[in-house]
C-alpha cells in the first residue's frame, strides 16, 4: 500500500487549498478513504470519508467548507479545503479506512506521508 500526498502549504485566512493523495499497491476502487489531520501538540483527528459509493462524511469543524472526492480512474483522493481557519493549520493525511471497521470516522489503517497546511495572516 502506497499513499503519495500532493498540494498543501500556507494560506491566509479565509483562502483555500487543495490536496491530492495518489494511491498505488491495492484496488483503490474498493476502499473506503479518509482525510487525518495533527495539529501541533494534539492527537490525529478525523476529518473526513469518502465511501466506494461515493458518500461523503465530515467532521462537524469543516462541514460546509471542507469537500472529499476521489478518481476512481486516476487512483487519486482529494480534499479541497475553502474557507480556512487558523484551527486548521496541521499535518494533513490522506488514510485508507480499515474493512473491517464499520465506521467511517475513524484514523485509518494505511497513511500518506503527510502534508503541511498552514493558515496564517
Known amino acids: 500500500v502506497q499513499l503519495v500526498q500532493s498540494g498543501g502549504g500556507m494560506v491566509q485566512p479565509g483562502g483555500s487549498l487543495r490536496l491530492s493523495c495518489a494511491a498505488s499497491?491495492?484496488?483503490?476502487?474498493?476502499?473506503?478513504m479518509s482525510w487525518v489531520r495533527q495539529a501541533p501538540g494534539k492527537e490525529p483527528e478525523w476529518v473526513a470519508a469518502i465511501n466506494t459509493g461515493h458518500n461523503t462524511y465530515y467532521a462537524d469543524s469543516v462541514k460546509g467548507r471542507f469537500t472529499i472526492s476521489r478518481d476512481n480512474a486516476k487512483n487519486t483522493l482529494y480534499l479541497q479545503m475553502n474557507s480556512l481557519k487558523p484551527e486548521d493549520t496541521g499535518l494533513y493525511y490522506c488514510?485508507?479506512?480499515?474493512?473491517?471497521?464499520?465506521?467511517?470516522?475513524?484514523?485509518?489503517?494505511?497513511w500518506g506521508q503527510g502534508t503541511q497546511v498552514t493558515v496564517s495572516s
Open positions: 499497491g491495492f484496488t483503490f476502487s474498493s476502499y473506503d
Open positions: 488514510a485508507r479506512k480499515d474493512p473491517r471497521i464499520a465506521r467511517m470516522n475513524v484514523l485509518g489503517e494505511y
